[in-house]
């Protein structure tokens, strides 16, 4: 991928990051335009270091009720990626971690794989006193989300997949190709930069930092078919200018219960979003119209059961 293509890319997920830190409501129509206000940042009920398998891992909750975990992209902490977002998630307990190396999370020599993000994520639960949760992952976290369903099933209530994937070409052919050609240069002086060395690492390790996280998506991972045997209800959200394929979306939602008319079959428990006018990035932005969705997949009865007239 051209180079300028490239640094383009990483210019706008730091500055999209930079604004999703600040951002706290959006407006109703959930576009992107600047009309957020500013309000004080909510405080943590409860916050720490839980120990699993091998690394101590940042976390933490608000709020109370059913409890939903959101999982972050990469290169992300719980502030550049869901600051904006937990105080829409009302009338639930919110859990919040950050992965191996990321944010407060410090890294190990542990090899970096959505495998392992997912058992971090089961023991953090775990560690929680929390027997199953609905889980929610952006991007990379949506990589774990879905290891998390096929791992741990029986921890996870509901899953939400927001812009990720279930296979190494669930991505655009042209995406895929660009992560190894990232470099930690094009991250120099942005927001992920400088929160990674906000957390004390060091400056020296940055690049290798990148290269690390950046190898999740070099492997030629495939979970098709353990994707399409979840129990879970699935909620894949994607935009239609995404990083990721439309045909991989619906494939996974037409194996388990989509591509039939509700109508005469009744609804099926797992659902199928594409965004319009929305890019990868932009994903996190769109809140007006991804929360109130997320929010009715979770209340819902899923009733398959056909309408009557």
Request: aromatic share 10%; with cysteine.
């Amino acid at each position: 991928m051209n180079k300028h293509i490239l640094a383009r890319i990483v210019l706008i997920l730091t500055v999209a990051a930079a604004s999703c830190q600040q951002a706290t409501k959006e407006n109703p129509a959930g576009t992107s335009k600047d009309t957020t206000t500013q309000q004080q940042p909510l405080q943590p009920a409860d916050s720490g270091f839980a120990d699993v398998n091998g690394i101590k891992m940042y976390y933490e909750v608000y709020g109370e009720g059913k409890p939903i975990v959101l999982l972050h992209g990469s290169f992300m902490n719980i502030p550049l990626n869901w600051a904006h977002i937990i105080p829409l998630l009302k009338d639930r307990k919110v859990i919040v971690a950050e992965m191996q190396g990321h944010g407060r999370t410090k890294d190990t020599d542990r090899a970096f794989s959505y495998e392992n993000m997912a058992d971090d994520v089961s023991g953090l639960l775990k560690h929680l006193k929390i027997d199953s949760a609905d889980v929610l992952g952006y991007s990379m976290g949506g990589g774990v989300a879905f290891q998390m369903a096929i791992r741990h099933p029986e921890q996870v209530r509901r899953l939400i997949v927001v812009s990720g994937s279930y296979a190494h070409d669930g991505w655009w052919p042209d995406v895929e190709a660009s992560f190894g050609t990232m470099t930690a240069d094009m991250f120099k002086g942005s927001p992920i930069e400088q929160q990674y060395l906000a957390y004390g690492n060091d400056s020296t390790k940055f690049p290798a930092y990148i290269k690390k996280v950046l190898s999740a998506d070099l492997n030629n991972y495939d979970w098709s078919k353990e994707a399409k045997s979840i129990k879970a209800p699935l909620f894949f959200v994607i935009g239609d200018a995404d990083g990721i394929r439309y045909e991989h979306a619906i494939e996974l939602f037409k194996a388990k219960g989509g591509g039939k008319m509700g109508d005469m079959h009744g609804l099926p428990q797992s659902r199928l979003a594409i965004l319009p006018g929305t890019t990868h990035i932009g994903m996190m932005q769109r809140t007006g119209w991804l929360i109130p969705m997320v929010t009715d997949f979770l209340d819902s009865d899923l009733d398959p059961t056909p309408p009557t007239f």
